[in-house]
């Protein structure tokens, strides 16, 4: 089945740093969605691209929808202890709209 | 006014036991949906009801009976429960489709251990 391969699976950094993610897919997809799950939270969304090529921004994250509609990142930038969790990166399997599949998660902590 | 509500947060129970995790959401939606998510943090849908009528149902053992009395509830019985359904299972609701503004709403999700 469809897969979405997330990289990479952990990061440890230092407060004030930049981060960067992505999440590649054999399939096209043509909506990226970016969660963030806080510890004991569910998962909440960041940013949602609906378009390929498409750069969007909320506060210090950014997220693009790859070009070839197969990939997409978020980069976080001048990092903050509350940073600290998972992200998943998810799209839609169509026609079923709401299913959601996810890539394996970004487990990051950030070290004040 | 908490958006996608699930009760119980924790639950440990003992092989075998029958159990239910009830959610509510007050967003208006259509769609529900119940995430798993294992202990490696990978979510994988197991179910999704449109308007009370069950329109995903993932490969889940059939211990596992979702029941929406209404768009506004979905919850999950399970019965028999084996070691292996321990995980974090999340409730979720959005309107039909994955377009703009169809953002999937989860629940703080319910800790199951099976013991």
């Known amino acids: 089945g469809q897969q979405l391969n997330q990289s990479p699976q952990s990061m440890f950094i230092q407060e004030g740093e930049d981060v960067s993610m992505n999440c590649t897919s054999s399939s096209i997809f043509n909506t990226w969605l970016w969660y963030k799950q806080d510890p004991g939270e569910g998962p909440v969304l960041l940013i949602a691209?609906?378009?390929?090529?498409e750069l969007t921004s909320n506060g210090r994250l950014t997220a693009q929808f790859g070009i070839t509609r197969k990939d997409s990142f978020l980069n976080i930038s001048a990092s903050i202890p509350s940073d600290v969790g998972i992200y998943f990166c998810a799209g839609p399997l169509l026609p079923q709209g709401g299913k959601l599949i996810f890539g394996q998660g970004t487990e990051l902590s950030v070290k004040p | 006014d908490t958006a996608v509500s699930q009760t119980p947060k924790y639950l440990v129970t003992q092989m075998g036991n029958d159990k239910s995790i009830k959610c509510e959401q007050n967003?208006?939606?259509?769609?529900m949906y119940w995430y798993k998510q294992d202990s490696k943090k990978f979510l994988k849908i197991m179910f999704s009801?449109?308007?009370?009528?069950?329109?995903i149902n993932e490969t889940v053992p059939n211990r596992f009976s979702p029941k929406s009395p209404d768009k506004a509830h979905l919850n999950l019985h399970i019965n028999s429960l084996e070691l292996g359904d321990s995980a974090v299972y999340f409730c979720?609701?959005?309107?039909?489709?994955?377009?703009?503004?169809?953002?999937?709403?989860f629940g703080e999700g319910s800790w199951l251990t099976v013991v």
């Open positions: 967003l208006g939606h259509d769609t």
């Open positions: 979720a609701s959005s309107h039909l489709g994955s377009g703009p503004g169809n953002t999937i709403y």
């Open positions: 009801y449109n308007n009370k009528e069950l329109i």
């Open positions: 691209l609906y378009k390929a090529g």
